[in-house]
């Protein structure tokens, strides 16, 4: 069964701090795996990857793929109270719906 | 437009009744997607169109959601004879091309079922 699990399920860091957010899944078939920000309403893209080894960067976000062991990370550096989210893995296993982890919440304490 | 648009942002009814969600996608994209999100739960797909066919219902929780995209556009998602377990968040999604783009999301619509 196509399964994503992210770890931690929560995490509270000071402004400043660097977090390390990690995406795992079990796959029949893979085609791509994307992480998204929900804050109150719409989940807003942040990264889609679809080969290993290669970093995708925005600002202060990067993130990475293994599909060897078969798990990304995102990194936030240098938080900021703005990054306090909840942060969704997806995963295309071949047709065209995502399966979603239940997410990591992220709090940053001023 | 500009982003995906769902209406009405929330919508509180009686067990028993009836509920339209409305989902208009951005400009262009053929791909359309729902999604309902339970309280502490993750995203649960329900049913995408590409165009206005619907290739893949299979995440249909029961015979009373029913889906139907017009014109390529704009998307309704009917649920009949609400029952309690169906207050969730609907979320829906465009993407420009299936499984190819990434697929983009509206506010969604928060149902309460009384």
């Known amino acids: 069964e196509d399964k994503v699990v992210q770890s931690p399920l929560s995490l509270v860091v000071h402004e400043g701090d660097t977090v390390t957010l990690n995406c795992s899944y079990e796959v029949t078939n893979f085609r791509s795996l994307l992480w998204y920000k929900q804050e109150k309403k719409a989940p807003t893209f942040l990264f889609m990857l679809t080969s290993s080894g290669i970093e995708k960067k925005s600002g202060r976000l990067s993130s990475i793929l293994d599909k060897k062991e078969l798990f990304s990370i995102l990194n936030i550096t240098a938080t900021q109270t703005g990054d306090s989210a909840v942060y969704l893995c997806?995963?295309?296993?071949?047709?065209?719906?995502?399966?979603f982890g239940t997410g990591t919440r992220l709090t940053i304490i001023p | 437009g500009a982003g995906v648009s769902q209406s009405p942002s929330n919508k509180v009814t009686e067990k028993g009744k009836d509920v339209e969600l409305r989902c208009d996608p951005i400009?262009?994209?053929?791909?359309l997607y729902w999604y309902r999100q339970s309280l502490g739960q993750g995203l649960e797909f329900l049913i995408y169109f590409q165009g206005n066919s619907a290739p893949d219902k299979s995440g249909l929780p029961s015979d009373r959601f029913s889906a139907e995209r017009t014109g390529g556009s704009v998307s309704t998602l009917t649920i009949q004879r609400t029952q309690q377990e169906d207050s969730a968040v609907y979320l829906c999604?465009?993407?420009?091309?299936?499984?190819?783009?990434?697929?983009?999301f509206g506010d969604g619509t928060r149902l309460s079922i009384l």
């Open positions: 400009s262009g994209h053929t791909a």
């Open positions: 999604a465009s993407s420009f091309r299936q499984g190819v783009q990434p697929q983009h």
């Open positions: 997806a995963v295309n296993f071949g047709n065209e719906k995502l399966t």
